[in-house]
């Protein structure tokens, strides 16, 4: 276990909703706070000067009832691809219906790059689904429509529908790829996080 002081906080919107009677009822959102200065050039390697443009420090997951959106914070994310490298990615992984799924969105072979990943690390299609690296609000963003997330689930047997289903196991990654992909940062929710899309 890594040792990183780490704060979750649980929102439910749900009474809030109510009250203004204009957020779904359903709404809700999970957040947690990664170590700051803790992300590493080779990630097996400890006490390696921080690499400041892979260090996550804030993780947003939240549902409005018709799309889920997760988010990372990278306060020192720099203007382009960290350097030396081929590629630079985030990975915002999550277990909904015992699957595991994960938006990797970041900069590859020159430019943007966004997939939807499921088992097997393998590419699925999820409609209007994105992900981006949002440099001026110095953040990783991904969202997906729960009626997408419902046909991905649907389609792979795992669940009827996405609303309703928890998400646990949320966890961000950082990586920069040169002839390997190394790891600088992860940022993993304190255990027994979850939230209902
Ligand atoms: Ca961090």
Redesign the pocket.
């Known amino acids: 276990m890594r040792n990183r002081s780490v704060r979750a906080l649980l929102v439910a919107f749900t009474a809030i909703g109510l009250l203004l009677g204009s957020t779904p009822a359903n709404a809700a959102s999970v957040s947690w706070e ?3 200065g ?2 590493t050039y080779f990630f097996v390697v400890p006490g390696t000067p921080n690499e400041k443009a892979f ?3 804030t993780v947003t997951l939240a549902s409005d009832g018709t799309n889920f959106t997760y988010e990372a914070v990278v306060p020192e994310m720099t203007e382009g691809h960290p350097s030396p490298a081929y590629g630079y990615f985030f990975r915002l992984y999550f277990t909904v219906a015992g699957t595991e799924f994960y938006f990797r969105v970041g900069e590859w072979q020159g430019g943007e790059h966004f997939e939807f990943r499921g088992p097997g690390d393998t590419a699925v299609e999820c409609k209007d689904c994105t992900g981006v690296i949002d440099r001026e609000g110095k953040r990783v963003v991904a969202t997906a429509p729960l009626s997408s997330l419902t046909e991905v689930l649907k389609a792979g047997e795992y669940a009827d529908a996405a609303p309703g289903e928890e998400v646990t196991a949320p966890e961000v990654i950082s990586q920069r790829y040169i002839t390997a992909t190394l790891t600088a ?1 992860i ?1 993993a929710a304190p255990e027994g996080t979850a939230f209902t899309l």
Do not use: G, K
């Open positions: 990664d170590e700051e803790d992300a260090d996550i420090t940062d940022a």
